[in-house]
């Protein structure tokens, strides 16, 4: 069995700073590309920013230059630092990753979803 567990998110004024962690336990031989995604409400769940197990990062447009997402493979652990947060930033954010099972096979795994709300 894989979990992965989501953490930092909160409520933080525009401007401000947070940063997710996501640590992924269990069943794992190796991981795959991670990304992070977000859910406002009444929207569809949007890709925010990936990364590969060689650590190369893709962000979508909204958050490029804002948004940092690092890894650290030691401890399967995906971060998103997330600077000069707006309101329109406010969603749930999942993290995600792409696992190989110790046991074989490989599927995408999710997070629970950690709140981020940004006041104005």
């Known amino acids: 069995q894989v979990q992965l567990v989501e953490s930092g998110g909160g409520l933080v004024q525009a401007g401000g700073s947070l940063r997710l962690s996501c640590a992924a336990s269990g069943n794992i031989f190796s991981i795959n590309a991670m990304g992070w995604y977000r859910q406002a409400p009444g929207k569809q769940r949007e890709r925010v920013a990936s990364?590969?197990?060689?650590?190369?990062?893709t962000y979508a447009g909204s958050v490029k230059g804002r948004f940092t997402i690092s890894r650290d493979n030691a401890k399967n652990t995906v971060y998103l630092q997330m600077n000069n947060l707006k309101p329109e930033d406010t969603a749930v954010y999942y993290c995600?990753?792409?696992?190989?099972?110790?046991?074989?096979?490989?599927?995408?795994?999710w997070g629970q979803g950690t709140q981020v709300t940004v006041s104005s």
């Open positions: 995600a990753a792409d696992i190989l099972r110790s046991t074989g096979g490989t599927s995408p795994y």
């Open positions: 990364i590969t197990a060689g650590g190369t990062t």
